[in-house]
């Protein structure tokens, strides 16, 4: 979670933009306790059925997203080496 903060910190040149920065996180941060009693209520027990699904699928649009980003920093690499310059190795 401290390599997170900092990296949201640091991404932002100005002051407004880290403050922006954290106030995001912390409000996608919080709405993990509100979703999650609503995801898995003690009816659905012991197996939690409706939460591991919504669960998966947001691993795998996790692994998707890294997917793509992947790729557009490649490609932004390619071109950035053609300049001379490379923004991530």
Known sequence: MTIVITWTVNNQRSDEGKGTGVAVLNVIG???PLVGTRLYPDTE???YTRGM???AVSMG???????????????ENGKRREEGFVLMT
């Open 45 to 47: 027990g012991p197996y």
């Open 30 to 32: 919080q709405m993990g």
């Open 53 to 55: 699904e919504v669960c």
């Open 61 to 75: 649009g996790v692994a998707v997203l890294t997917l793509v980003l992947r790729w557009v920093i490649g490609r």
